[in-house]
């Protein structure tokens, strides 16, 4: 009997949440303040953490900075301070888990406070064939997408559980909801950060007292920032899925995450290959990738990353 009612109870929710979901496509809910927030973003050197920084500090938010590169993580930091915030600048390698604790522990001092936002932003990808790819290459995609996340998140989640009041950003990929070939190291840490973020979430969800401890994932589609510089879809397919422009990903990251979304696909036009990777069999969902040139897609950025390794030695891309 008790099986039954909570089945029922189960049902009833199940409709009301599609129903709260289709509705908030038409009418927006309330977005919720975030001045005074502390947010730290890590591969703030980049050109999706820094529209990230200049974003939140535009809705009144303090950031902290997190970053491989010295000079490109000042300079995010003097493009915030330039609009009115306030920004902190620290050199990580998000890698390291020592480093990771080290630093975190040295902006609550610096700083003052806790951080109350964390936005895992970092991300690399090798740009070669598997058999290509020499193993370090590899193992780097897999700590900067995968690992560091681990760090980040136990350097600051006890502080977040503390208050009840915190939010989680992960910023992943469609590559890690469905797949294409030739970047199995992207794909594997993406498919492994988008697990990492929603079995957090469902720990969270179970705990009692850390309600106010929110998590949003975000898997956007192809960026253009140079990070996947020459991958290519079919060329009438691409009119209707062009890479995406930075800051319009910035911009509806930033939506979901002022209304406590959970998960954001960008654009929503994605959302179409992760259903039908669930739902149709193998070969559909071979022959539909086929016709978008979704399977060979990464061939030419695999051939540009060649030529710029050769010109310029190892690419780092964030």
Not at 21 to 42: A, F, N, Q, W, Y
Not at 129 to 137: E, G, K, Q, V, Y
Not at 167 to 175: C, E, K, M, Q
Not at 249 to 276: E, K, S
Request: with cysteine; charged share 20%; net charge negative.
């Amino acid at each position: 009997m008790i099986f039954l009612m909570d089945l029922q109870m189960m049902l009833l929710d199940v409709v009301y949440f599609i129903l709260r979901s289709c509705l908030r496509i038409v009418l927006r809910p309330r977005t919720k303040p975030i001045d005074g927030e502390l947010v730290l973003i890590t591969g703030s050197g980049g050109a999706l953490g820094r529209l990230f920084a200049l974003e939140f500090s535009k809705h009144g938010a303090e950031v902290v900075l997190w970053d491989f590169n010295r000079e490109t993580n000042e300079e995010t930091a003097k493009m915030v301070r330039a609009q009115g915030g306030q920004a902190h600048a620290y050199t990580v390698d998000v890698t390291n888990r020592e480093e990771v604790y080290r630093t975190a522990d040295q902006v609550r001092k610096e700083v003052g406070r806790d951080v109350t936002y964390l936005v895992n932003n970092a991300g690399v990808v090798a740009g070669e064939r598997l058999l290509d790819c020499p193993d370090t290459m590899v193992e780097r995609t897999l700590k900067v997408n995968c690992h560091a996340l681990f760090w980040t998140v136990k350097a600051f989640l006890p502080q977040m559980k503390a208050k009840n009041h915190g939010h989680i950003i992960t910023i992943a990929s469609v590559l890690g909801l469905f797949s294409t070939a030739c970047v199995e190291d992207y794909c594997a840490s993406k498919f492994a950060a988008v697990g990492f973020h929603e079995s957090l979430a469902h720990e969270l969800l179970t705990e009692e007292d850390v309600d106010g401890v929110k998590t949003t994932l975000v898997c956007p589609y192809v960026v253009d920032t140079g990070m996947f510089d020459g991958c290519r879809i079919r060329e009438e397919v691409e009119l209707i899925l062009p890479p995406l422009e930075p800051l319009y990903c910035v911009q509806q990251a930033m939506n979901a995450i002022l209304i406590d979304q959970p998960l954001v696909c960008i654009p929503r036009l994605t959302y179409l290959p992760f259903l039908a990777r669930a739902l149709l069999p193998w070969e559909s969902n071979v022959a539909t990738y086929r016709f978008m040139g979704s399977d060979q897609c990464m061939y030419p950025f695999i051939e540009t990353m060649r030529k710029k390794r050769a010109a310029n030695g190892p690419i780092k891309a964030a």
